[in-house]
């Protein structure tokens, strides 16, 4: 079974400043998805960014970029530049085969400040 | 609208009542994904369907709850005898397998239960 960890429950940033997000899995599959899900308060999850774990390039999606470390079993979420609707739940997911489940971390709560 | 919906967005109930959800899924997504999440954590895996074939189910659904998606379009999600432990966020997400399923799932705004 796959398990999923993000280590730090609660973060915050200044506006406009950089911030990193952690997130580690366990897995003995060799091909995978990985995925940085955002939920804001009192809303709905959406997808932040994607990454195919057979891909060496890390995923960038405008601000939002990750650091995949296959051997490591790490894939960290940068956001530059926060901005303050980017205070939200973040959530990493990892998915075994595509259209299978999601396994989801724990989250972190990430609060950026005016 | 041609998000994933969910309906009701908010239920209160008594224990030992039963309770049913519905999902709408985005129309061109043939896999239907149901999750929990309790406050403060991360969603947790229930089922999932493949048009209307009921293809996993995770330990956590236990025999008090099922999950039907007939026509392979809307699903529901009963909860029978229900319990203080069900209270929870109810997630219901879609995706098309194969092929862009690798995009991820897209979910709808949640069922809150509350089980006083």
């Known amino acids: 079974a796959q398990t999923v960890t993000q280590s730090q429950p609660e973060m915050s940033v200044q506006e406009a400043e950089t911030v990193t997000l952690s997130c580690t899995y366990d897995t003995s599959e060799s091909n995978y998805y990985l995925f940085w899900y955002k939920q804001p308060p009192s809303r709905q999850m959406i997808l932040v960014i994607r990454?195919?774990?057979?891909?060496?390039q890390n995923a960038t999606e405008n601000r939002f970029s990750v650091n995949f470390q296959k051997a490591a079993k790490s894939f960290s979420l940068k956001i530059s530049d926060s901005q303050l609707g980017d205070t939200a739940m973040y959530f990493c997911?990892?998915?075994?085969?595509?259209?299978?489940?999601?396994?989801f971390g724990g989250g972190t709560r990430l609060m950026v400040k005016p | 609208d041609t998000g994933v919906s969910q309906n009701p967005r908010h239920k209160i109930t008594k224990r030992g009542q039963n309770v049913t959800f519905r999902c709408d899924p985005i129309?061109?997504?043939?896999?239907l994904y149901w999750y929990r999440q309790t406050l403060g954590q991360g969603p947790e895996f229930l089922t999932y369907?493949?048009?209307?074939?009921?293809?996993?189910k995770s330990r956590l659904l236990s025999d008090r709850f099922s999950a039907e998606r007939p026509k392979g379009s809307f699903s529901t999600l009963e909860i029978q005898r229900t319990e203080q432990g069900d209270s929870a966020m109810y997630l219901c997400?879609?995706?098309?397998?194969?092929?862009?399923?690798?995009?991820?799932?897209?979910f709808g705004p949640g069922t809150r239960l509350t089980v006083l």
């Open positions: 997911a990892f998915m075994k085969d595509a259209g299978n489940m999601l396994t």
């Open positions: 129309s061109e997504h043939n896999r």
């Open positions: 990454q195919e774990a057979y891909k060496q």
């Open positions: 997400a879609s995706s098309f397998s194969p092929g862009l399923a690798v995009h991820g799932q897209f």
């Open positions: 369907f493949q048009n209307e074939a009921q293809l996993e």
